[in-house]
């Protein structure tokens, strides 16, 4: 069943922490997933990241690797060590697969490559959270035009999503009549 | 004193002369024994607005290049037959005055393997599959701008990103600009430091800490000129570092005139401006 607009858009903000040491990429990184309905905080390093993490707990964490101090496979692998650790997105500018690899066995859910795209962070969410994509948050003085564009967007993930869903319902009861 | 260093060096872009009335077309050629790589590369250069030729073998892509030079050449590093080292190598060893970029292209990865292009005097490395975004960040820093029109279509390019990047922070933009100024310019004193000293493992990462976020605000032609530096930092050798840095500086000069023109019609027409959905 689909949910309405309306109630996806008051449903809780999803929250996430953000872990990068330049603070552009900590800015680019929190507009984009403010843009897709998470409430965002930030750390400059791994271990003003675990000391957020003890005193609160989030629905998301997104770092880089190459972190002062500790890095971030190393976060990634302390985190893992933890019960309850949230879901990981690692966001590096290293654009090869060793890093990827490296990554995805500290236990990173996606490797993401910079410059980071509303679209690759929203495929990769999407990944995550499959049953509670939220409507991107619009501002208030964002143009007519943003704001159709955003809605036609969002209108059709969900259309992938239910299309998605279908599919797999019907895969499995052919799978069911070929027994 | 910056004007003598650039002179026939590997990592000089000049701007160009504003007289050359029309652009000629860039030369291009691919050079790989994989058909099917081939014309992936070529369709993606197609896209991209650019011709690019195929050789199957370094002994072919050699012959070729002598015959007609190249402005730039793809080259697969593990051909059949004639290695892309070798042929590499045979090219540079007939090349009088200008240098043609040679580019690696590979399946490996690691930073050695890396490493071992350069050695074998590479310009530069990418790393298979291509993509688009890819292979435009390596022309744009292998082929700069050499009239009016290409510099005006770069200038264009670079302020939609900036525009786009203004429509997902809206009223933070102007922070956004101004925090990336000061980070860079922290950064960049750091960087000059380390070279300075000799500390090839700190400017590897002060480095790549610039490139990435000036990839992320499209300065892209910076973030290849950082990550050029990171890899001939492993290599084991900074030398040239100077020259790079001045380029770095002049491309920073250059992005700042376009943050400005973008942050000036932001500021007067924002309600107006159309947003570049496409994009973010």
């Known amino acids: 069943m689909e949910t309405p607009f309306s109630q996806t858009a008051l449903a809780r903000a999803l929250s996430a922490l953000v872990i990068d040491d330049s603070s552009v990429e900590r800015m680019l990184a929190g507009a984009v997933l403010e843009r897709l309905g998470f409430s965002v905080s930030c750390a400059n390093s791994a271990e003003q990241a675990l000391a957020l993490l003890v005193q609160r707990s989030f629905d998301l964490v997104v770092c880089d690797i190459a972190l002062p101090g500790m890095d971030g496979l190393a976060l990634l692998a302390t985190m893992r060590a933890c019960p309850e ?95 | 004193m910056g004007k003598q260093m650039r002179s026939e060096e590997p990592y000089v872009f000049s701007r160009g002369s504003f007289c050359v009335p029309a652009a000629a077309p860039r030369r291009i050629l691919i050079a790989d024994d994989s058909p099917v790589n081939c014309l992936v590369a070529q369709r993606l250069l197609h896209e991209l607005g650019y011709r690019a030729d195929i050789a199957a073998t370094g002994a072919h892509a050699m012959a070729r290049h002598r015959e007609h030079p190249y402005d730039l050449i793809l080259m697969d590093s593990q051909m059949a037959g004639m290695h892309g080292f070798d042929a590499t190598a045979r090219i540079r060893a007939t090349e009088v005055g200008r240098r043609v970029p040679i580019i690696a292209c590979t399946t490996a990865s ?50 939609a990103e900036l525009r786009s990047l203004a429509t997902l922070f809206g009223s933070g933009f102007n922070e956004v600009v101004l925090m990336f100024r000061a980070d860079t310019e922290t950064r960049l004193q750091a960087l000059r430091e380390a070279a300075e000293a000799g500390n090839l493992a700190l400017v590897r990462k002060v480095a790549h800490a610039l490139g990435g976020s000036c990839a992320s605000m499209g300065g892209w ?15 084991g050798s900074c030398a040239n570092y100077p020259q790079i840095l001045a380029e770095v500086a002049e491309e920073y000069a250059a992005f700042n005139v376009q943050a400005e023109r973008v942050l000036n019609s932001w500021r007067m027409a924002s309600p107006n401006e159309h947003p570049a959905p496409g994009r973010y």
């Open chain 1, 85 to 179: 650790s949230p879901p990981c997105i690692v966001l590096s500018a290293h654009d090869d697969p060793q890093h990827a690899l490296a990554a995805l066995r500290s236990g990173a859910l996606a490797y993401l490559v910079k410059p980071l795209r509303l679209a690759t962070m929203h495929d990769a969410l999407d990944g995550i959270f499959p049953l509670s994509v939220t409507p991107p948050a619009l501002q208030d003085n964002s143009s007519p035009l943003a704001r159709l564009w955003a809605c036609l967007g969002w209108l059709a993930l969900r259309r992938r999503i239910a299309r998605a869903r279908a599919f797999s319902r019907t895969s499995r009861s052919t799978a069911v009549a070929t027994d």
């Open chain 2, 110 to 159: 690691s930073d050695e393997q890396r490493s071992a292009c350069l050695a074998a005097e590479m310009d530069d490395v990418c790393v298979k599959p291509l993509h688009a975004a890819q292979l435009r960040d390596l022309l744009l820093l292998w082929l700069p701008p050499r009239t009016p029109e290409e510099l005006g279509r770069r200038d264009a390019d670079t302020r």
């Open chain 2, 221 to 235: 032609r910076m973030a290849g000129l950082y990550r050029i530096l990171e890899l001939r930092c492993h290599a």
